[in-house]
């Protein structure tokens, strides 16, 4: 008899054990990519509460391996084009196994799972990188998310100007306009881009001069640990003297000369709070826990 038909008719299972949590772990190890990290092929998804799992597992046996697979997963993916690295956040899922095309949606619940997942590697590690991607992803939440009136909005669309992705995909003459010419160079070389583009069209396959901003391992590397060296480094220097950085630039432009992301399920209610289920992790800001109280008042007095 099938696990279904067992369900379906009133059967009781086992008891839940240490062999079911080993059985468990097993299947993830011989799923796990340990070249790009996270499970499976092709397209990807962040799955963290896999990730959840594992940090749980490792602190319940020790298994080294464990923590590595979660680690090695959370850089992959922030260092790759599912995650937005002009504006932070998430997006759905990748659709190679690279963690860099991702289908341009972004879900209020991936930010939450992100979120806690980066904030309890932090906390078994204390790597600032997982801080860092932390506060990052909440930033975005707190500026894109976060509704006037109280709560969270569900998603963003994929799409604007009816292309998807279109809001998030960068020409090198886009770049050059928002940053100048030098200064673009240094963000074009140090996050991928290519003159052809590093985007392909969905159908035909061909470069489309569009590029994902990303970075690859050792990029990132030299950026944060090695900040007085880099060129990136000393170009954002310079810039922060004057009062300003890469992101704000690249993001004013995308405001002034990109059409914004049409959210159909922004006109929706306020999502029903998925990031107050574990905001008790989140001591690292009063605005972060503001946000989540404004959401939880809302909710209690519609209730």
């Not at 696990?3 to 059967?11: A, E, H, S, T, W």
């Not at 749980?56 to 298994?63: D, F, I, P």
């Not at 003297?241 to 890469?246: A, V």
Request: include cysteine; hydrophobic fraction near 30%.
């Amino acid at each position: 008899m099938c696990i279904r038909d067992r369900l379906q008719n009133g059967y009781a299972g086992g008891d839940l054990n240490a062999s079911h949590l080993d059985a468990c772990y097993q299947t993830l190890q011989n799923t796990y990519d340990p070249t790009f990290g996270g499970f499976g092929q092709q397209p990807k998804f962040p799955t963290c509460h896999t990730l959840s799992f594992l940090l749980r597992y490792h602190q319940r046996t020790g298994e080294k391996n464990a923590l590595e697979m979660v680690k090695q997963t959370l850089k992959n993916i922030r260092h790759g084009g599912i995650y937005d690295q002009v504006g932070f956040g998430i997006h759905r899922y990748s659709t190679d196994e690279k963690w860099l095309v991702p289908h341009f949606e972004k879900m209020l619940y991936d930010q939450a799972l992100f979120t806690i997942a980066n904030l309890e590697t932090y906390l078994v590690t204390k790597d600032k990188f997982f801080l860092r991607s932390c506060r990052e992803t909440l930033e975005y939440v707190i500026r894109e998310l976060t509704s006037e009136e109280g709560g969270f909005y569900s998603a963003e669309d994929a799409d604007s100007e009816g292309e998807e992705g279109k809001f998030y995909l960068w020409s090198m003459e886009e770049l050059i306009e928002a940053l100048g010419e030098k200064n673009a160079s240094v963000y074009a070389e140090s996050f991928q881009f290519k003159k052809k583009g590093n985007y392909l069209d969905e159908l035909s396959h061909e470069l489309t001069g569009n590029n994902i901003p990303h970075l690859s391992r050792s990029e990132y590397g030299k950026i944060i640990e090695d900040k007085k060296k880099h060129p990136l480094s000393e170009v954002k220097n310079s810039i922060n003297k004057n009062d300003f950085n890469f992101k704000k630039q690249l993001n004013k432009f995308k405001e002034q000369n990109k059409i914004a992301i049409v959210a159909e399920v922004k006109k929706a209610s306020p999502s029903k709070g998925v990031f107050v289920n574990d905001f008790d992790h989140l001591s690292i800001a009063n605005q972060y826990l503001e946000s989540g109280a404004a959401c939880l008042s809302i909710l209690t007095e519609k209730n």
